[in-house]
């Protein structure tokens, strides 16, 4: 397992490092405009970067929090470094933040063959709510809507 540093996005550096990890993970990756939209709603839109030992960006996840839930956005991790324990990582801080904000459940979308998501998302409680048909594109394929529950004994 990989012992990451999380941090909150801070510089505009941090926001080229996202775009470089969603160019090669996502068929259709946010644009840097739309980063910089987002890091002005810093009430409720949130992102995290996860670097190595040597400081190398090697995964992210983007979230909002809306009234008592957390959104999560986008969570990606670079190829070479997946399987390497960062995706858990970013998504217990993500949930622990979340939960130390107010919020008692999370959602996301993820494609429906997506099975190593699937399973990370599974693992840390997630349940499949819905399906969202023909959600992504390039290629065509429906999304599963999964959602979490807190529980009050729940620590994240």
């Known amino acids: ?9 801070r ?13 090669v993970t996502f068929t259709r990756p946010w644009t840097r405009e739309m980063y910089l939209s987002e890091l ?4 409720v839109a949130f992102f995290y970067v996860a670097r190595d030992p040597v400081g190398e960006a090697v995964g992210f996840c983007s979230w909002w929090l809306v009234l008592d839930e957390v959104h999560i956005n986008n ?9 390497a324990g960062v995706a858990t990582q970013l998504l217990d801080r993500v949930l622990a933040d979340g ?4 919020a008692h459940r999370a959602t996301l979308e993820v494609r429906r063959s997506n099975e190593p998501a699937l399973k990370l998302y599974e693992k840390a409680g997630f349940r499949v709510a819905g399906v969202r048909r023909n959600y992504y594109s390039h290629p065509d394929e429906d999304a599963l809507v999964l959602w979490r529950e807190r529980s009050p004994m729940d620590r994240s």
């Open 11 to 23: 510089a505009e550096q941090d926001i080229e490092d996202i775009l470089r990890i969603e160019s």
């Open 99 to 102: 939960a130390a904000r107010g």
């Open 75 to 83: 969570l990606a991790v670079l190829p070479e470094h997946r399987r």
């Open 40 to 43: 002005e709603h810093h009430d």
């Open 1 to 9: 397992m990989m012992d990451c540093v999380i941090r909150a996005v």
